[in-house]
């Protein structure tokens, strides 16, 4: 077996050495895998409106009952997750590539570029999340489009202030010096030595952003911003059980699990990740 290889299996032990890293996987791969294929384990529209079956209990025949419309409440759950995680995933891939990019050339390279956006970074992180999210939203324009550039730039912030801090530590080190003693240029020290030693770190930070960006489209659709009807997510559902939660409370229960056991899995994902890659560098 060849060293990486091997260094990929001593990963991959170390990670599955933990039940709750393995149970925490696997509920999250159960969520995508439900929303991904809600087309085929639903059939029926969720859309489709039956004034006659107005929140019918849940049954063989429709597992999560019907809602206020009297629609399909497990195609509206599924196919509101497929759209929350959608969005939450492309936002977490352009906050997370622009902020980890702009930390990494501030901290590494420092200087006038240092100091001029890490000024206007921090006038932005000054601002709290949530109100950062919403601002964007507005400059952009309201709708779904544009909302997960607003939610991905507002990741940028406090990503690239994160990165920032673990280069600096970095570029100071014995063998960056010797490095760059033997000619290797700024690019080949950045990816090789950089990247690879904060790389634990990086992971653990795409999860918990993916799991913040996933937090934060909840509560936007909760609160009526970035989804237009019919389009439902589910803070959308969440809200639409609000008024009759002690009557029929799984219109915002089962929603509301959904969101609970998606972020609490990517968190202990990401955990279990970070020892596994700590202890085999």
Same mark, same amino acid.
């Given at each position: ?6 260094? @990929? ?50 049954? +063989?025949?429709?597992? /999560?009952? $019907? ?8 195609? $509206? ?6 759209? =929350? ?18 930390? *990494? ?7 006038? @570029? ?9 006038? @932005? ?10 601002? /964007?939203? *507005?400059?952009?324009? &309201?709708? =779904?489009?544009?909302? $997960? ?21 970095? $570029? ?17 020290? *950045? ?11 990086? *992971? ?29 997510? +589910? ?14 409370? +799984?219109?915002?229960? &089962? ?27």
């Amino acid at each position: 077996m060849t060293p990486k290889r091997n260094k @990929l299996a001593n990963i991959v032990r170390a990670y599955f050495s933990r039940p709750l890293n393995t149970i925490a996987l696997l509920c999250f791969i159960l969520v995508v895998l439900l929303c991904v294929f809600a087309p085929l384990i639903v059939p029926e529209n969720y859309n489709t409106i039956h004034v006659n079956r107005i929140f019918e209990k849940p049954s +063989w025949q429709h597992i /999560f009952g $019907r809602d206020r419309l009297g629609r399909d409440y497990l195609g $509206r759950v599924l196919f509101g997750g497929r759209l =929350t995680l959608k969005v939450a995933s492309f936002a977490t891939v352009i906050g997370f590539l622009l902020g980890t990019a702009a930390g *990494i050339l501030c901290g590494y390279f420092g200087n006038t @570029l240092d100091t001029v956006v890490m000024r206007f970074i921090e006038t @932005l992180e000054a601002v709290p999340f949530l109100l950062l999210v919403l601002v /964007f939203e *507005i400059m952009l324009g &309201l709708g =779904t489009g544009n909302y $997960r550039y607003a939610l991905g730039v507002a990741m940028i912030p406090r990503l690239t202030h994160f990165v920032r801090a673990e280069v600096m530590k970095l $570029r100071s080190q014995e063998y960056i010096e010797a490095s760059r003693s033997i000619g290797c240029s700024e690019m080949q020290i *950045i990816f090789r030595h950089i990247l690879n030693n904060i790389f634990p770190i990086l *992971i653990l930070q795409l999860l918990r952003c993916f799991a913040e960006a996933v937090l934060t489209c909840t509560i936007c659709g909760y609160l009526q911003i970035g989804f237009t009807p019919p389009m439902a997510d +589910w803070g959308t559902l969440v809200a639409d059980g609000y008024h009759v939660l002690r009557v029929y409370p +799984w219109i915002s229960l &089962l929603p509301s699990g959904s969101v609970i056991l998606t972020v609490l899995s990517l968190n202990l994902i990401g955990n279990g990740l970070h020892d596994a890659l700590g202890q085999k560098q």
